[in-house]
Nanobody
Framework: QVQLVESGGGLVQPGGSLRLSCAASGSIFSINTMDWYRQAPGNQRRLVATITRSGTTNYANSVKGRFTISRDNAKNTVYLQMNSLKPEDTAVYYC???????????????WGQGTQVTVAS
């Protein structure tokens, strides 16, 4: 079993910055991709950014140039640096990881509980 715990959410003014962290723990053999999703009330959960184990990144167009995803493989942690925040960035942000618990086991998806990010003045 793998647990993901997000942290770093909170209230920030438009134009401000926030850094989210997501630490994976439990029975982890290897983590493949790690991603950040977000979901605003009444909306579907959408992919914000993704990063492979080797560091290749992709971003939703809405956050490109403002957000940066990174990871520390030794710590099984993924980060999302959010700059120039806008009110439309307000959402619950979820961490996702594709992980294997033992050598040879299947890759499985794991989700964190989410952390609230509110951008408002």
């Amino acid at each position: 079993q793998v647990q993901l715990v997000e942290s770093g959410g909170g209230l920030v003014q438009p134009g401000g910055s926030l850094r989210l962290s997501c630490a994976a723990s439990g029975s982890i053999f290897s983590i493949n991709t790690m991603d950040w999703y977000r979901q605003a009330p009444g909306n579907q959960r959408r992919l914000v950014a993704t990063i492979t184990r080797s560091g290749t990144t992709n971003y939703a167009n809405s956050v490109k140039g403002r957000f940066t995803i990174s990871r520390d493989n030794a710590k099984n942690t993924v980060y999302l640096q959010m700059n120039s925040l806008k009110p439309e960035d307000t959402a619950v942000y979820y961490c996702n990881a594709l992980a294997a618990t033992t050598y040879g086991s299947r890759w499985s998806e794991y989700w964190g509980q989410g952390t609230q990010v509110t951008v408002a003045s």
